[in-house]
């Protein structure tokens, strides 16, 4: 079948995605995703404090500031960040040239990640590659310079980056049991970026009948908040269809509320060939009730080529003022407006024909023109998503529990027991 | 009759709902004027599912009090349950003042507030924080710091938080009848109150509460609560494990539980039939009591070592010297007591709310511990507030109360 070499001409692609981990967040951050093996071409831990560098098991490092910092960390200024960025910026250029997609990954508030991200973002976007910037906020307990210096960062890298992703550490207490270890909450909210960003890297370069594509994202974002809300969950259960959605819509990253606010929200699934239609259709139903009637609902569906059961859901919503960024970045960035201005020339639909956008997008795109591979309209695709993935008999769980008249209510389940099922068929005693 | 201090418990159960009208005393004694029930409809193991029809029941539980106490009833107390209630044990700390140097009401309120720094899931708000003990410059054993002099207090609360949405379900539900939540309680809490006296709680004693849809539990040592907690099963299950067992309808299978069933097992002769009688819609049928009690048995038995399985890590359950109280709905089952001494392996009793005064088909009915309760736990919250000063301590609360709400 065509369809399928085009799949497998996809797969052999490698990964055009690079991850700076910058400041001593960003270093963490980084260290993680070497250790969990992040699909990424290249990760590099970018920071002031040569220490934090040293112990760090990422392989590509870069000291910044040897001059400006010597060495010792940005002491929580953003300023001598940012001086110490520009001393090294000639070495990251080197580094990002060639990469289309650029995350840049830091933890705002402190010296180097507020300091120097926001350059690099914007350096990245002058060579011309898609910036995604996933920040940690700081603690509302860590006082009010560090908010301030927090804001200051999240303006620059409003107007430096395509996708701005921010992850509230206030919010971590929601990721760990209450008591939890201060080391363990740590780990835990890195690995939820970790994941996220996994997702993000699937939704954008996994090969599928539905592909979201890099040129869907910019033109999405262009002119816009770049503030993006983002959840990923990933299930291998029974009803993992369901299950995983609810854990996307969950993620800290996503404010339920403000997902209701988005105007465009994307939805990508990410799982083997045998995800079935009707588990696309629990998932976007689901999406459905959480977001604004009128918002555009974008669906990618991405193959990966195990045979695990695990699906994996991504949601991506884009707040929908716009910001006049064009305007001001021409005016404080006046360097970035040659990539700016090479994004305007895209075919910029107005947003009331946003529905057919897309696939006049993707069809001026540069690879493949099969139709059933072919992003459409959401009705469309779903349509064509029937030849695509087989659909499939769905099983009934084959009912051999009786709840009887806790049928209906939320199960108590103990020690992996479902205790709403009568103990006495659970011990197996025999009644007449 | 001058009746001002009234006071109304109110007891949203799975299998029914009652509403208690009491009067305190001076004495700490609480007076029986009235009780009022309903059957209870759209509440599942605790929690509101269906909200037109429970508001209704409320309804008619609470006119049902008015009718029978011939008072007009304007606020409540109400119980909680639920398996989203979650406790856990937490320790806060504050220094005192150095130009102080004596522990006074806002220290007490510190150290509350030190201890409750902790991280809650975001969809949930604290429910009780009630003190266990206080550390006066890491001496403990002392009960009323307020007036010592000291540098550092600590105190030991046990915290209880559930589900904002669901604690704000039950309340509007209430309010939706057009009476006022004086207090929400955690159920367990009132009902050892009303089941439990001092000294009981000083020696250790567990009291759980099997209801319809929940059994909650709380573990008293050194006067004060080490550990409580929900277990989303209770009668109902009973009832729906003999329905399923012996194929008999809800209804059929609930009376069966009542009038004929019994926890232990063995006691029958063989091949000892019960007649089921016919009713419309379902011709009669023997059942063998020998299978209805197996059910019960089984059901039974599992809750009870469940909750020992819970309980034992946090408080050995053989250190309490009081032992172990059974009340609600389920300890009327037959041999509910033998079973749960063969499994605590401490002395059990069934017990009845004590301390009250009034009609006695009223206060010696298990069924009612939780709403009797409550009267006993907002008569002494009353006397509290009236001690220190009212309106600003209970303005306090509220506000801080439904600001947790509103979030």
Known sequence: MIEIKHNRIDQSQPSRMLVIGIGNAGVNLADRMTMESLPVSKIIAVNTDSHSLMSSITVEKVVLGTIAARGLGAGGDPEVGAKAAEENMTEIRAHVEGHPIVTVCAGLGGGTGSGAAPLIARTAREAGAFVIALVTLPFSFEGRRRAKQTEDALALLEKSADLLLCFENDRMSEITQPGAGVEDTFEKSDILLEQCLKSLVHMIELPGLMRVSLSDLSRLLDGRNPRCLFGAGESEAENR????????????????????????????????????????????????????????????????????????????????????????????????????????????????????????????????????????????????????????????????????????????????????????LRMKIKVK | ?????????????????????????????????????????????????????????????????????????????????????????????????????????????????????????????????????????????????????????????????????????????????????????????????????????????????????????????????????????????????????????????EKLK???????????????LITVKNDSGFSGREVELEMLNTIIHARMREIFEHLKKQIDPHVPIDMLGSGVMITGGCALLKGVRTLAEEIFEVPVHVTVPQSVTGPTSAFENPQLTTAIGLLKYGHAMQSITTSTSVLENLGQKFSSLFRGFRL
């Open chain 2, 258 to 272: 009542i009038e004929e069933g019994s926890v232990e097992i063995g006691i029958g002769l063989p091949g000892e």
């Open chain 1, 241 to 424: 269809a369901f299950d995983a959605v609810g854990k996307a819509l969950k993620c800290p990253l996503l404010g339920r509320k403000l997902l209701s606010e988005s105007r465009t929200v994307i939805v990508h699934i990410a799982g083997s060939s045998d995800v079935s239609l009707a588990e696309i259709g629990v998932i976007m139903r689901e999406v459905e009730k959480y977001t604004d009637s009128d918002a555009h609902l974008m669906l990618g569906i991405g193959l990966r080529n195990e045979m695990s059961p695990k699906l994996t859901v991504s949601v991506l919503g884009c707040l929908s003022q716009p910001v006049q960024r064009d305007e001001e970045e021409e005016a404080t960035a006046p360097v970035a407006a040659s990539a700016n201005t090479s994004r305007q020339e895209r075919p910029a639909q107005p947003e009331t024909e946003e529905e057919e956008a897309p696939a006049a997008q993707e069809t001026g795109g540069p690879k493949k023109t099969i139709p059933a591979t072919d992003p459409r309209p959401r009705r469309a695709i779903v349509e064509d998503g029937k030849k695509g993935t087989k659909p499939k008999q769905e099983f009934l769980p084959f009912d051999s529990v009786n709840r009887g008249r806790f049928e209906k209510s939320e199960p108590t389940i103990v020690e992996g027991e479902d205790l709403d099922v009568p103990t006495f």
């Open chain 2, 1 to 253: 009759m001058a009746r001002d201090n009234i006071l109304v418990g109110l007891e949203i159960g799975t299998s029914k709902i009652c509403a208690v009208v009491g009067e305190g005393r001076d004495d700490s004694t609480i007076r029986i004027l009235g009780v009022g029930q309903t059957p209870s409809r759209g509440i599942r193991k605790g929690e509101i599912v269906d909200f037109g029809t429970a508001s209704q029941c409320i309804h008619d539980a609470l006119a049902d009090a008015e009718e029978k106490s011939d008072v007009e009833i304007k606020s409540v107390w109400v119980a909680v349950s639920g398996g989203h209630i979650q406790s856990f044990n937490s320790r806060g700390a504050t220094v005192i003042p150095e130009d102080r140097g004596e522990v006074e009401e806002v220290d007490l309120r510190d150290v509350e507030i030190s201890a409750k720094e902790v991280n809650l899931p975001k969809e949930n708000t604290f429910l009780h924080a009630v003190i266990q003990k206080y550390y006066v410059d890491g001496h403990d054993g002392v009960l009323n710091p307020l007036g010592m002099l000291a540098h550092r207090l600590e105190a030991n609360f046990h915290i209880v938080h559930g589900v904002t949405t669901r604690i704000q379900n039950t309340i509007r539900c209430i309010k939706e009848v057009g009476v006022d939540v004086e207090d929400i309680v955690l159920s367990s809490l009132a009902a050892a109150e009303v089941v439990l006296d001092a000294n009981q709680k000083n020696l250790g004693a567990l009291v759980i509460d099997i209801g319809g849809g929940t059994t909650d539990y709380i573990v008293y040592a050194d006067g004060a609560i080490q550990h409580s907690g929900i277990l989303a099963v209770g009668g109902d299950h009973v009832t729906n494990d003999i329905s399923i067992g012996l194929r008999l309808p809800i209804t059929r299978a």
